[in-house]
C-alpha cells in the first residue's frame, strides 16, 4: 500500500534562517520584535520587493511598463518603496490617491479604478491631474461635468467588462454581469459619447481576475484582451494613448499549490506584442499587480500567549488573529478554509516537532492562524509568523471587532 503523498507549501525563499530565526530584512525576528517594541506586527522586506520588481522585469518584454495597484498594501513607506521601482500607481480610492500623490510620481501615471466614485473622489482625481478608469456612463457624465466647474480637462480612460472570464482565477472581475466597468457591447456607443466631452481620452483598462497560478489561463485572457482592445480602438475619438491589460498574477499561499511560471507569461506575451504595437502604434501597455509584488515580502508575527490542551489537541493561543489578518484566519472569500504557511519564527526547523492549532485571542471560533499544522514545539513567549503576509494583510481586516490592541507595521532593510 501506498501512502498517500500530503500537499506541501510551495517552498519560500525570500527569508533567510540564521541560527533557527526567521531573518526579515536583515533583522532575526526576536530581535526584530523587540526593535519594534511590541506584538502583533507586519513586516515588510525591503529587498524583497525590489528583487521581486526586478526578476519581473527581467522575464516580461520591455515594451511594457509596471503598475503597482496599492490596495493590495497601502502603506505609506511600502508605497513610496514600489513608486520609485514601478511605473504608475493604481489606486481604488480617495484616501489612496492623497497616498500616490505624496510619493511625487508623475500624476499622469497614477489612475483610479473603482465604482462608486464620489463627487469628492472626481474633483481630487481630475484636479489632480490622474487618469480616472471610468466604470460607467453615468461616472463619464460626472467627470466631464466636474472638469467643467474646475477648469480642467479631465483625462479618462474606459474601464471595460470584457466579454470573457479568467479561467482559474482566485477572483473574477470581468465577464458577465459585474459592477466594475463598461459592459464591452455598450462601449462603442460609450466612446461617441465621450468624443462629444471635454475630456482627454487615454485608452482602456481591462481587468479580467485576480490571483491566477496558471501561465497558460493568464496567456488566454491577454490574447482576448488584445483582440478585444483592437476591436474597441476602431470606435475611439483618438489614438490610444495606454492600454492597461490588468493582472492577475498569483501567489502560492496553500498546500499543493505551484508558484506562476512568470516566464511563459513574458513570452507569451513577447510573440503577442509585435502585431499589437502594429495595430496601435504610440500605445503604452501596462500591467497591474498588486500581492504579486509585496504579498511574498511580508510576514505576520505574533507572540505565544499560552499554551493549552483539549481533548488530545493542542493550542497554541497567541496575541494575534483575524482582527488584524482576516485572510490568514481564511475568512477573506475563501470556501475552504487552508493554512497559510506558518512557521514558529524563532525555532523555525530545529528541534522536536509536533502537530499544534494556532489561534488568537478572539471569543470566537473563525479566530485561526493555522490548523492542526505541522510546527515546531514551542510555548509562551515563542513568535509566530505568518509567511505571504504582504498583500491583503492589515488594510483588509476587522481591526475594530473585539477591541484588541493594533498591529503595528514595519518596513525593514536598508535602501540602494
Ligand atoms: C484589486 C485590483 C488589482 C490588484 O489585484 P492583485 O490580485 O492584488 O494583483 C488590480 N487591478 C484592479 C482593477 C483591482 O481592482
Redesign the pocket.
Known amino acids: 500500500m501506498t501512502t498517500p503523498v500530503r500537499p506541501q507549501h510551495a517552498p519560500l525563499e525570500q527569508f533567510p534562517i540564521v541560527n533557527d530565526c526567521l531573518v526579515v530584512g536583515g533583522v532575526p525576528l526576536p530581535r526584530l520584535a523587540a526593535q519594534v517594541g511590541q506584538t502583533p506586527f507586519y513586516a515588510y522586506d525591503r529587498g524583497a520587493l525590489t528583487r521581486r520588481v526586478q526578476a519581473l522585469r527581467t522575464a516580461l518584454p520591455p515594451e511594457i511598463a509596471l503598475h503597482y ?1 496599492m ?2 498594501n497601502p502603506m505609506p513607506a511600502v508605497v513610496q518603496h514600489m513608486a520609485d521601482l514601478v511605473d504608475g500607481l ?1 489606486v ?1 480610492s480617495g484616501g489612496e490617491l492623497r497616498v500616490a500623490l505624496d510619493t511625487g510620481i508623475d500624476p499622469q501615471h497614477i489612475s483610479f ?2 465604482p462608486g466614485k464620489s463627487a469628492a473622489d472626481l474633483a481630487s482625481a481630475v484636479a489632480a491631474g490622474i487618469v480616472l ?1 471610468v466604470e460607467s456612463a453615468g461616472e463619464l457624465e460626472r467627470v466631464a461635468a466636474i472638469g467643467k466647474t474646475l477648469h480642467v480637462r479631465p483625462q479618462v480612460a474606459l ?1 471595460i467588462n470584457p466579454d470573457f472570464e479568467l479561467k482559474s482565477s482566485g ?1 473574477k ?1 470581468g465577464g458577465g454581469p459585474k459592477q ?1 466597468g463598461i459592459d464591452a457591447e455598450i462601449a462603442p456607443d460609450v466612446l461617441a459619447r465621450l468624443a462629444q466631452l471635454d475630456v482627454d481620452f487615454h485608452g482602456f ?1 481591462i ?1 479580467s481576475g ?2 491566477n497560478l496558471k501561465a497558460a489561463a493568464l496567456r488566454e485572457a491577454h490574447e482576448k484582451t488584445f483582440a478585444l482592445a483592437l476591436r474597441l480602438a476602431a470606435h475611439a475619438p483618438a489614438p490610444l494613448r495606454t492600454l492597461n491589460i ?5 501567489i502560492p499561499y496553500f498546500p499543493g499549490e505551484e508558484r506562476l511560471d512568470i516566464q511563459q507569461v513574458g513570452d507569451g506575451l513577447r510573440a503577442m506584442l509585435p502585431d499589437v504595437l502594429r495595430a496601435l502604434p504610440g500605445v503604452q501597455i501596462v500591467i ?5 509584488l509585496v ?1 511574498e515580502a511580508g510576514v505576520y508575527v505574533s507572540r505565544i500567549i499560552e499554551r493549552k490542551e483539549s481533548r488530545g489537541r493542542t493550542y497554541l493561543v497567541t496575541d494575534g488573529g483575524l482582527h488584524h489578518h482576516l485572510s490568514a484566519s481564511g475568512n477573506f472569500g475563501q470556501v475552504i478554509r487552508k493554512n497559510y504557511p506558518v512557521v514558529i519564527g524563532n525555532r523555525v526547523q530545529q528541534g522536536p516537532r509536533e502537530t499544534a492549532t494556532v489561534v488568537g485571542p478572539l471569543c470566537t471560533p473563525l479566530d485561526l492562524l493555522a490548523d492542526q499544522m505541522e510546527l515546531a514545539q514551542a510555548g509562551p513567549g515563542d513568535l509566530v509568523a505568518v509567511l505571504q503576509s504582504g ?2 494583510g492589515l488594510s483588509a481586516s476587522p481591526g475594530a471587532f473585539l477591541s484588541h490592541p493594533a498591529a503595528a507595521e514595519v518596513l525593514v532593510g536598508r535602501r540602494g
Not at 490588468?246 to 498569483?250: C, L, P
Not at 497591474?288 to 504579486?292: D, H, N, V
Request: glycine letters at 24%.
Open positions: 495597484a490596495k493590495a493604481d481604488a479604478a473603482g478608469n474601464r477572483m472581475m466594475f483598462h481587468f485576480s490571483q490588468g493582472g492577475g498574477f498569483g497591474e499587480l498588486g500581492r504579486y504579498g498583500a491583503y
